[in-house]
C-alpha cells in the first residue's frame, strides 16, 4: 500500500503532471468563483484539450476541475449570497449574514480550512478504502436511496429561517418544478408546454442561477448602494472561539460529505444540505443558525469538498460516473483508449494512484491559493455594483447557455430569476427550493423503479435492512421535531428581529 | 473627413468584394464547419464525432467543431440542421436512436418532414450489444437464460436506457421470439451511473447493452454476456456468441453513428465529406481508439447504400412501436 502511494507521488510529482493539477486547481478555483459556470461545463469544454495530454495528465487536471470548483463555490456565496456553485447553496445561509456582520474574512477563512481538512481526509479516504466502499456503494439500490431521500425531506424543516410554512411551501414549489420533463417509466413528457427543450428536466444551473444571482441583483437594484459590508470587516482572520465552534463541524462535514459522496447520484449538494441539517440539529442554540453561525458554513463546506472526492470512487474502481463530470473524465479516458473498469486499478496502477496523489497535492495548492485571496476577494467588494452585477449577469448567461448550448435555457433562468425576484421581496429563501428540486425526482424514479422491483409491494422498504435504518431514522427525525421543547427553541422571542436587523443590512 | 470616409468606404467594398470572390471560388469547405451532436458530452456518440472529426480537421484544414444538444431524443439538433442553409457548414452526427427511432417514435413532435429534410451522408462506426445478465443470475447461456424466464414469468426485470430507446424495442422484440415475460425498469441519463450499478448488485437481472460501456465490467466477472447482436464476434469476447449463430437473426441493434445534413447538399460537398471521413477512419489514431473501445469503423459503402440501411432500420422498429403502443399522440 505505502509502495502504491509512493508510486503515486512519483507520477504526480513529475513536472508536467504538478502543473497540470496546478492548471486544473486553478481553473476550478476560476468557475467555482463564478456563479453559473460551473466544473461539468469546463471539463466539457476542455475535453478536446485532453486528447493531447497523457491519460494520467488529463484524469489529474478534470479532477482538479471538480475539486478545485467545489472548494471556491462558497466564495461568492458569502460575499455576495450568490452560491459559485450549487453545491453552495446552503452556504448561502450562514455565510452570507456573517458577511453582513463584518466576518466575511472569518467566514472565508474556515471554510477554505474546512474544504481543505475535508479533502485531505477524502483523499485518505480513497487511497485506503474505495474498494471495500464501493461495494458498499452497490448495495444502494432503488429502495435504498428512496429512504435516504425521505429522511432528507423530513429534515427539511432545518433550513427554516423565519416561518416553517414557507420552507415547506418553497420546498413543495421545488419538487414540483423536479416533475417538469419526460417521465422515465411511461416515456411521456410532462410540463412540457409544447416546447422540445424542456423534454428533459430543468437544468439545475439555471435555476440556481434564476434563484439567487438574478434574484439578488435584482433586488439589489431597487436600492440605494450601501458600502456598510466594508465599514464593518472585523479582521480576516477566525478567532479561536471561531475555531472552537467550527472544528467539530468540519469533522462531521467530512464524515457526513464522504459518505455521501459514494453514492452515485446524490453528491456534494445533498451532503451539504445533510451537514447543514445535523448542525443545526446539534446546536445547543439552534436559533443562531441563519444569522451567521460559523458552524453553518464549516459542516456543510467540509461535507460539500469530501463528497466531491469520494465521488470518483465508484469511477476509479468499478468505471461507474457517479456523476455527470465524472461521466466526462471516463470519456477522456475512453478517447486515450483506456476503458475504466473494474479493473483499473490493477491494469492502471500509475493512473489510479497518480490521481490520488495528485487530489492531495491540489488541495495543498488551493489552500495556498485561496488563504492570501481572501483578502483580495474582500477588496473586491469595493467594486460598485454597478459595475460588478453587469458583469456577473454575464457570466450567469454564459454559464446557463453552456450547460446545454440553449438561448432557451437562458430565457427561462431570466422568467424564473423573476420569481425569484418575488420570492425575496416576500422573504423566502430559495435555498428549500432547490432542494426540493433536486429531491423530488430522486424520490420519484426510486420510489416508482423500487415498486417495480418488488411488483407494487411496498414490504420491500422495510424488508431491505439499509432502507429499514434510514427510514426509521426519518421517523426519529419527525418526532424529534414535534417534540415541544424543540418547537419553544425555533420560536424565541428576538430571534426574528435578529433576522430583520441582517436583512436590512 | 470626407476623403477619409471615401477610403473608408472603399475598403470596406474591397473586402467584400475579396469575401464574395472567394466563396465562389475556394473550394469546400472555406471555414469552420459546425457539426451539431444530440448528445451531451462525453456519450458513445460524442466521442465517435470528437475523433473522426478532428482527423477531418486535419485532412481538409478547416475546423469542425462539435457542438452538443441533447435536448428531446435528437429533435432540437435535427429541427436545427434541417432549417440551416445547405452548404455544407451545419451537419450532425446521429445515430440509431436520433436518427432511427425518433423520426418513427416522435413523429408527431418534429415541425419539419424528416424524411425529406434531413438526408443521410455517410455512415461512420458502430457498437455492438450484449445481451447481458448479472454476475449472480442463474444462467450461463442465453438458451438458460430463456428457460429460466419462462419458467419465472414476470419475476426477471430488464433494464434499459428508457421507454422507447433501441435496448427496450430489442428486448421487446427477443420477448416476442421467444415467449419471456419479463418486467421493463427504464432508467434516465444513459447506460452509466444507475443503470450499471442497478444491473451489477442485481437488483435488475438482464438487458441489451452496448460492448462499449459493459464490456469491461462483463471482463471483470461482473456481468455475464451470453450472445451479442453483430454480424461477426467481437474481437475482445470472442467465446460470446452472435444472435444470428443462436438462432435469432435480426433481433439486437447494433448502435450505429452516422453523418447527416440538410436535404439539397451539393453533390460536391457530400463527395468531400465521403471522402475525408472513409480516410480519417484509416487513420492508425481511430484505429487504436476504436479498437480499444469495442467500437467497429464503417468502411466502404455508397451514400445511397446508407440512406437505404437508415430507412431499413427505421422500418425494422416500426411495428414493435406500433406493437408496444410507444408512440405519444
Redesign the interface.
Known amino acids: 500500500m505505502l509502495h502504491s502511494i509512493a508510486m503515486g507521488f512519483g507520477v504526480a510529482l513529475t513536472p508536467t503532471n504538478f502543473l497540470y493539477c496546478f492548471i486544473g486547481a486553478f481553473l476550478g478555483t476560476l468557475v467555482g468563483v463564478l456563479p453559473g459556470i460551473g466544473p461539468i461545463t469546463t471539463i ?1 469544454m476542455l ?2 484539450i485532453t ?1 493531447k495530454l497523457s491519460p494520467v495528465a488529463s484524469l489529474i487536471m478534470l479532477s482538479g476541475i471538480y475539486y478545485g470548483a467545489h472548494h471556491a463555490g462558497s466564495t461568492t456565496a458569502i460575499m455576495l449570497n450568490m452560491p459559485g456553485e450549487p453545491s453552495s447553496v446552503v452556504i448561502c445561509l450562514d455565510g452570507h449574514p456573517m458577511a453582513r456582520q463584518g466576518r466575511a474574512g472569518p467566514a472565508l477563512c474556515i471554510s477554505a480550512i474546512g474544504s481543505f481538512v475535508a479533502g485531505c481526509i477524502g483523499v485518505i479516504i480513497i487511497a485506503f478504502f474505495a474498494p471495500p466502499l464501493a461495494e458498499l ?6 429502495p435504498e436511496y428512496t429512504a435516504v431521500v425521505i429522511l432528507a425531506l423530513a429534515a427539511v424543516s432545518a433550513l427554516t429561517q423565519r416561518s416553517l410554512l414557507t420552507t415547506l411551501a418553497t420546498a413543495v414549489f421545488g419538487i414540483l418544478l423536479g416533475t417538469v420533463g ?1 417521465d ?6 410532462r410540463f412540457d408546454f409544447g416546447f ?2 424542456l ?2 428536466n430543468l437544468n439545475l444551473v439555471g435555476l440556481a442561477v434564476a434563484f439567487f444571482a438574478f434574484a439578488e441583483i435584482a433586488s439589489r437594484a431597487g436600492m440605494a448602494e450601501t458600502r456598510r459590508i466594508l465599514d464593518k470587516v472585523k479582521g480576516l482572520f477566525p478567532t479561536r472561539a471561531d475555531l472552537r465552534d467550527s472544528w467539530k463541524a468540519i469533522l462531521r462535514g467530512t464524515a457526513l460529505g464522504g459518505a455521501f459522496g459514494i453514492l ?2 446524490t453528491g456534494p449538494l445533498i451532503s451539504a444540505y445533510a451537514a447543514y441539517t445535523v448542525e443545526k440539529r446539534l446546536a445547543a442554540d439552534p436559533s443562531r443558525f441563519g444569522k451567521g453561525a460559523i458552524e453553518g458554513v464549516a459542516g456543510p463546506e467540509s461535507a460539500n469538498n469530501a463528497a466531491a472526492l469520494t465521488h470518483f470512487i ?1 469511477m476509479l474502481t ?7 463530470a465524472q ?2 473524465m ?2 477522456a479516458l ?10 483499473m486499478m490493477d491494469k492502471h496502477p500509475e493512473l489510479f494512484w497518480g490521481v490520488i496523489a495528485s487530489m492531495w497535492i491540489g488541495n495543498m495548492m488551493l489552500l495556498v491559493l485561496n488563504l492570501p485571496l481572501i483578502g483580495i476577494w474582500i477588496r473586491l467588494l469595493r467594486i460598485p455594483y454597478r459595475l460588478m452585477y453587469p458583469a456577473i449577469l454575464v457570466f450567469c448567461c454564459i454559464g446557463v447557455y453552456s450547460v ?3 438561448v432557451f435555457d437562458v430565457a427561462l433562468a431570466a422568467g424564473f430569476g423573476f420569481v425569484g425576484y418575488v420570492f425575496s421581496k416576500l422573504g423566502c429563501s430559495p435555498a428549500p427550493l432547490i432542494i426540493g428540486f433536486i429531491l423530488g425526482p430522486i424520490l420519484e ?1 426510486n420510489l416508482r ?1 423500487a415498486l ?2 418488488s ?1 407494487g409491494d411496498f414490504s420491500i422498504f422495510v424488508t431491505r435492512p439499509i432502507s429499514l435504518g434510514f427510514l426509521l431514522l426519518a421517523a426519529a427525525v419527525l418526532v424529534f421535531l414535534s417534540l415541544p421543547a424543540f418547537r419553544r427553541t425555533q420560536r424565541l422571542p428576538g430571534a426574528d428581529l435578529a433576522v430583520d436587523e441582517a436583512a436590512e443590512d | 473627413m470626407k476623403p477619409i470616409r471615401y477610403a473608408c468606404l472603399g475598403l470596406i467594398f474591397f473586402a467584400l468584394g475579396i469575401g464574395a470572390a472567394s466563396a465562389q471560388q475556394a473550394p469546400y469547405p472555406d471555414r469552420t464547419v459546425k457539426v451539431l451532436v444530440p448528445y451531451n458530452p462525453g456519450g458513445a456518440t460524442d466521442i465517435v464525432a470528437r475523433i473522426v472529426l478532428d482527423e477531418m480537421r486535419k485532412s481538409l484544414g478547416q475546423n469542425f467543431i462539435v457542438e452538443n444538444k441533447a435536448a428531446a431524443y435528437g429533435i432540437v439538433a435535427i429541427e436545427e440542421v434541417a432549417r440551416a442553409k445547405p452548404d455544407g457548414y451545419m451537419l450532425m452526427i446521429g445515430n440509431i436512436s436520433t436518427n432511427s427511432i425518433t423520426p418513427v417514435l416522435h413523429k408527431n413532435e418534429m415541425h419539419i418532414n424528416y424524411e425529406k429534410e434531413i438526408v443521410p451522408i455517410s455512415e461512420i462506426a458502430s457498437i455492438s450489444n450484449f445481451v447481458l445478465a448479472t454476475g449472480a443470475f442463474p444462467a450461463n447461456s442465453l438458451k438458460e437464460m430463456i428457460d429460466y424466464v419462462k419458467a419465472h414469468p414476470g419475476q426477471v426485470k430488464y433494464a434499459s436506457v428508457g421507454v422507447g430507446s433501441y435496448p427496450h424495442i430489442d428486448m421487446l422484440m427477443l420477448m416476442k421470439a421467444t415467449g419471456m415475460d419479463m418486467v421493463h425498469v427504464p432508467f434516465a441519463g444513459g447506460a452509466g451511473g444507475d443503470l450499471m450499478a442497478n444491473l451489477v448488485n442485481g437488483d435488475v437481472q438482464v438487458g441489451i447493452l452496448n460492448v462499449a460501456s459493459f464490456g469491461p465490467i462483463v471482463r471483470a466477472g461482473k456481468l455475464k454476456a451470453f450472445a451479442v447482436a453483430s454480424k461477426m464476434r467481437q474481437p475482445d469476447y470472442p467465446e460470446v456468441p452472435t444472435m444470428t449463430e443462436l438462432g435469432f437473426p435480426g433481433i439486437g441493434s447494433e448502435n450505429w453513428q452516422g453523418l447527416f445534413g440538410p436535404a439539397g447538399l451539393p453533390k460536391d460537398v457530400i463527395a468531400t465529406l465521403r471522402k475525408a471521413l472513409q480516410d480519417a477512419l484509416k487513420t492508425q489514431h481511430v484505429k487504436d481508439v476504436f479498437a480499444s473501445n469495442s467500437i467497429t469503423a464503417v468502411t466502404g459503402g455508397t451514400q445511397e447504400q446508407f440512406i437505404q440501411f437508415v430507412r431499413h432500420e427505421g422500418e425494422r422498429f416500426t411495428e414493435t412501436i406500433r406493437d408496444a403502443h410507444l408512440v405519444v399522440e
Open positions: 466539457a475535453l478536446p486528447f456503494g452497490l448495495k444502494f439500490g432503488a419526460t422515465v417509466n411511461s416515456g411521456v413528457t422540445p427543450q423534454y428533459e452515485p447520484g465508484p468499478l468505471g461507474i460516473p457517479a456523476g455527470p461521466a466526462l471516463i470519456a475512453t478517447i486515450q483508449g483506456i476503458s475504466p473498469g473494474p479493473d446545454n448550448n440553449e424514479v423503479r417495480l422491483l411488483g
